[in-house]
C-alpha cells in the first residue's frame, strides 16, 4: 500500500509545469478508434487512466508505438474487436468513450457500465438517448453496454441534451463523425476538452463545427485519415497547484497553462487576496496576506469546475471569516469533508451546500483520499497544516496527476511516498 506522508507548513517557491489535460486525453484516445489510419498524439499526461486506455486499445487490435514519455503513434487500421476486456472497462469513466468511438466506425460496441469517482449516482441516459437517436438499439445485459447501428453505420439527426453533460457531448460528437449526415448537439457542454476533442477529430478529417458554444454542428465524413494532434494543458492540475499556493503562501510560476481557461479559478483566487499575474502561457500565483472567506458555486463551463471544489474548499478552511460552497454538479461531491475534519476543519455539510468557518490552522492527521479530487484536496491540506499527514488511498490521485509529488518536491514541498505492506499482509507476518 502506497501513502504520501507530508510535513506541513512549508511555503511553496519555484515553478510548476503542467501536463496535458486528463479529461482531453481520456476522450482523444479512444477517439483515435474512429481513425483508420496513424494519428501521432502528443502532450499525453503519464496517469493510470491513460495507462489503462492504452492498453484496451492494444487489446482490441491498435498498434501503439511510444515515442517519448508524453507522446504515442497509434494505429487503429487493424481493430478486431468491438468488445473491450470488463475489468479494464469497468474500472474508468472515460471507457463511456470506446461506445460512442466503437459505434461510429463499426456500427457496434459491448462495453461494461463504466467506473470513476464515487459522486452518487452517475448516469448515462443522455450518452443513449444520442445513441438511439442516430439509429442505434442500445440495452444493457449482464454488466455490459450493447449498441449496435440497425443497418451497420449510424444516421446523423438532431439530439437536445437534458442535461449539460461533458460525457454525452463528446460521445455522440464521437458517434456522429462517421454517421450518414449531419449531426445536430443541442445544449452542449462547453469545456476545453470539448474544443480539444473537437479540434483532434477534425485534424483527422472530421467536419465538426461550434465546440465549445451550446450547439455542436457535425457533417459525417466517410473515413479519418490520420495525423498529428497536441493535447491542451490540464485547467484542473493548474487550478490544483494554484490552490496549494494560496493555502501555504509562497509564489509559483504554474507553465504551460491557457490562462484563459483558468479564470474562473483565479477570479474566486483573487477574491480571497491572492495575486494572480497572466504571463500569457504562465500563470504567477503569489500569496502573502492572510486568506479571506469568498463563496463558491460549481457550474459548468465557464463556471467555477465541480473539479476544483474539494480543492478549494480545503483552501477555504483555513480562510478568515465564513465561505460557503455550493455543488451544483454532482449530488454526494463531499465525501472528503469528514477527513478534512480529522485535520480540524470546522465545515457543516448539508445536501449540495457545505458551510465553511475558517480556523487558525489545521494540523496534520492520518487521512485518506475518497476519489481523485478529494485526494488532490487532502494533499493540500497537508501542506498547509501543522504536523505530519499520512495520506491513503493515493491511487486514486494516480489516475489523474501526473508525478504529484514530484512537481510538488520541486517547488520545496515536504512531501514523499513510502510503500507499506498492506493490514493482510502484515496480520500474515504477524501470523506467522
Ligand atoms: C472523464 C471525464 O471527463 N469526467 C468529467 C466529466 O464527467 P461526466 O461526463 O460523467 O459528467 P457529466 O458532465 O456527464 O455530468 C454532469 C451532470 O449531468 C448528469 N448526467 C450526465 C450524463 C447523463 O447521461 N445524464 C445525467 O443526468 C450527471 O449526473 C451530472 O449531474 O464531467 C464532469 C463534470 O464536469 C467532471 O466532474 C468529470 O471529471
Ligand atoms: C471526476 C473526475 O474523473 P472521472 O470522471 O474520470 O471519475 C475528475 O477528473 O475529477
Redesign the pocket.
Known sequence: MKQYIIEGGHPLFGEITISGA??AA??IIPAALLVDGTCRIENIPQISDVTLLLHILEELGAKIRVLNRHAVELDCHAIHSTHPSYEMARR???S?YLIGALLGRFGEATVAMPG??D?G?????????GFTAMGAEVGVEGGFIQATAKDGRLTGTSVYL???????T?NIMMAAVLARGNTVIENA?K?P?IVDLANFLNSMGADIRGAGTETIKIRGVERLGGGSYCIIPDQ?EAGTYMTAVAATGGQVLIKNVIPKHLDCISAKLVEMGVYIEDRGDAILVRRSDPLQKTNVKTM??PGF???MQPQIAAVLTTARGTSIVNEN???SRFKYIDELKRMGANIQADGHVAVIEGVDHLQGAPVQACDLRAGAAMVIAGLSAQGTTELSQVQFIERGYEDLVGKLRAVGADIRVVELPDIAEQKEAHIG
Open positions: 486528463k479529461n481520456v476522450g474508468i469513466r472515460a463511456y470513476g469517482c459522486f449516482v452517475r448516469p448515462i441516459d443522455q450518452h443513449i438517448k437534458d442535461v449539460v453533460s461533458v460525457g454525452a463528446m457542454a469545456e476538452h484542473i459548468p463551463y469546475p465541480t473539479d454538479v454532482w449530488n
